[in-house]
């Protein structure tokens, strides 16, 4: 196997910190994403290498195993068990006839990776161990338009299409696992899973907090005063509200089931809450000078 060097991949220094390697992460995912190359096979590759660089330098676990056993670094544990049972064994021939040979060692290990018939070893297939696929992390970013209704989108992750249902009302920072579809099995073992993060973009009016929208709305003076309507926006359209008379600046009002859809519950919405801010009227007229000067003397 081609050793690759994950430090390389990513532009980073081998004493580089957690922080540093999800910056260079973030910054190469962005340039060569396939939603932003398509039909280029180089950045294609390119983005497959930084995810699986990512996927292994990004794990403390994952990157002392790589630090120390290179390419090799998936077996790991593999060959930390070997090494326990070959000593193990060893002491068990010495404790049971005083020596123990060379050429005796050997044959106890190959016959333990493929080489006979006497050994063993736990998830073995025809002699070889079988190794479960590596586990793969990518990062789709969406606007939060975009996950205000369940849709589809196909993603192209190390080289295969992921025809990927989207559910309304996924949340920022949310995991999602995609069985099967990380890195390939080893001598038949189980291939990894995929692992999406979901970055939501909010370049809207609204802020989200998990399932309820806030918004602020203008409210003329005269409005507030004397109450009326007002048509305000809500996430999916426009809202006519009945404002009451003497109304405060900074009221809120809550409009339930007018918020976000709630993750996997078809029809369920939480709720939106609408602050009032009262607009002071500016370039009053003289006679509007003179009115309200009448209703402070009235007050």
Same mark, same amino acid.
């Given at each position: 196997? %081609?050793?690759?060097?994950?430090?390389?991949?990513?532009?980073?220094?081998?004493?580089?910190?957690?922080?540093?390697?999800?910056?260079?992460?973030?910054?190469?995912?962005?340039? /060569?994403?396939?939603?932003?190359?398509?039909?280029?096979?180089?950045?294609?590759?390119? &983005?497959?290498?930084?995810?699986? $660089?990512?996927?292994?330098l990004s794990h403390p676990e994952n990157?002392?195993? /790589?630090?120390?056993?290179?390419?090799?670094? #998936?077996?790991?544990?593999?060959?930390?068990?070997? #090494? %326990? #049972?070959?000593?193990? #064994? %060893? $002491?068990?021939?010495?404790?049971?006839?005083?020596?123990?040979?060379?050429?005796?060692?050997?044959? &106890? &290990?190959?016959?333990?990776?493929?080489? !006979?018939? *006497? !050994?063993?070893?736990?998830?073995?297939?025809?002699?070889?161990?079988?190794?479960?696929?590596?586990?793969? =992390?990518?990062?789709?970013?969406?606007?939060?338009?975009?996950?205000?209704?369940?849709?589809?989108?196909?993603?192209?992750?190390?080289?295969?299409?992921?025809?990927?249902?989207?559910?309304?009302?996924?949340?920022?920072?949310?995991?999602?696992?995609?069985?099967? /579809?990380?890195?390939? !099995?080893?001598? *038949? !073992?189980? =291939?990894?899973?995929?692992?999406?993060?979901?970055?939501?973009?909010?370049?809207?009016?609204f802020k989200r907090d998990h399932n309820?929208?806030?918004?602020?709305?203008?409210?003329?003076?005269?409005?507030?005063?004397?109450?009326?309507?007002?048509?305000?926006?809500?996430?999916? *359209?426009?809202?006519?509200?009945?404002?009451?008379?003497?109304?405060?600046?900074?009221?809120?009002?809550?409009?339930?089931?007018?918020?976000?859809?709630?993750?996997?519950?078809?029809?369920?919405?939480?709720?939106?809450?609408?602050?009032?801010?009262?607009?002071?009227?500016? =370039?009053?007229?003289?006679?509007?000078?003179?009115? &309200?000067?009448?209703?402070?003397?009235?007050?």
């Amino acid at each position: 196997m %081609r050793f690759i060097d994950y430090y390389t991949i990513l532009g980073v220094d081998k004493n580089a910190s957690e922080s540093d390697i999800k910056k260079a992460y973030r910054k190469l995912a962005r340039k /060569y994403h396939p939603d932003l190359n398509p039909n280029d096979k180089e950045a294609e590759k390119k &983005f497959k290498e930084i995810n699986e $660089a990512n996927e292994v330098l990004s794990h403390p676990e994952n990157r002392k195993k /790589y630090d120390k056993y290179g390419k090799d670094w #998936q077996h790991s544990e593999a060959f930390e068990e070997a #090494q %326990r #049972q070959q000593q193990s #064994q %060893r $002491a068990q021939y010495q404790s049971s006839s005083g020596r123990f040979s060379e050429e005796d060692f050997s044959d &106890f &290990f190959s016959s333990m990776f493929g080489g !006979g018939t *006497g !050994g063993g070893f736990r998830g073995q297939s025809h002699g070889h161990p079988k190794f479960r696929g590596q586990d793969y =992390n990518a990062e789709l970013q969406l606007d939060l338009e975009d996950v205000y209704k369940t849709h589809k989108r196909t993603l192209t992750v190390n080289g295969k299409n992921i025809r990927l249902t989207i559910p309304a009302g996924v949340r920022n920072g949310q995991i999602i696992r995609i069985k099967g /579809y990380g890195g390939e !099995g080893i001598n *038949g !073992g189980p =291939n990894g899973d995929l692992h999406i993060k979901f970055s939501i973009n909010n370049h809207s009016k609204f802020k989200r907090d998990h399932n309820n929208l806030y918004s602020d709305v203008d409210l003329d003076l005269y409005t507030a005063v004397l109450g009326g309507e007002v048509l305000i926006d809500a996430f999916d *359209g426009k809202l006519k509200l009945k404002v009451k008379p003497e109304t405060q600046n900074g009221t809120k009002v809550k409009l339930k089931g007018k918020g976000f859809p709630v993750y996997k519950k078809e029809g369920q919405f939480g709720d939106l809450y609408v602050t009032y801010h009262i607009k002071t009227p500016t =370039n009053l007229s003289e006679k509007e000078k003179v009115l &309200f000067e009448e209703l402070a003397k009235l007050r």
